[in-house]
């Protein structure tokens, strides 16, 4: 009888412990979490444990003016600076809070053939600047409620030259 209970209570005690205190890990792939970026450190997420993917919902968040204004706005201000031995991808990552504004910015740049690699520093500066200059983002929002997401610009540089913005 002694056994059994014991068994009994210490299947309780496994299966009723907090999730978090199993798997800590609780945040989505992709994550930004706060810490040092290369922007503003006044900006604050709304909901620090339910932030989600970009394009999580059916409004997810997104530039307000459109995929194309967000392209002419790039192309208008890019400029390679004469650096034109430089190719690959330069990915901007950051968090648009439940009120529509932008920060933690992380950069990741690499190759043509998908290797780490450091841009020209004024080349990664111009695209990180335009990025954090970018006011009109509309919140990640679904049920009645605006959440903070994470998101990201890829820009494909070819010889110094701007020719896709992804996603």
């Known amino acids: 009888m002694g056994r059994v209970l014991l068994c009994v209570l210490l299947m309780w005690s496994l299966t009723s412990c907090d999730y978090y205190l199993i798997n800590p ?5 992709g994550h930004i979490s706060a ?9 604050k997420a709304c909901f620090e444990e339910k932030m989600f993917p970009s394009y999580y919902g059916r409004n997810p968040s997104k530039f307000s003016h459109g995929k194309d204004s967000l392209r002419n706005y790039f192309h208008q201000y890019y400029d390679h600076q004469g650096y034109t031995n430089e190719s690959g991808y330069i990915t ?3 968090v648009i809070n439940c009120k529509g504004e932008s920060g933690r910015h992380q950069l990741l740049q690499v190759g043509l053939d998908y290797q780490e690699k450091e ?8 695209l990180l600047e335009l990025t954090v200059n970018l006011k009109d983002w509309d919140a990640l929002s679904f049920s009645d409620s605006t959440y903070d997401s994470f998101t990201h610009l890829t ?12 996603p």
């Open 25 to 29: 890990h609780h945040h989505q792939v």
């Open 92 to 94: 901007i990552r950051f």
């Open 155 to 166: 820009f494909k540089i070819e010889n110094g030259e701007l020719v896709e913005i992804l």
């Open 119 to 126: 841009f020209n520093k004024l080349l990664t500066d111009k």
């Open 35 to 43: 810490g040092s970026f290369l922007d503003k450190s006044d900006f």
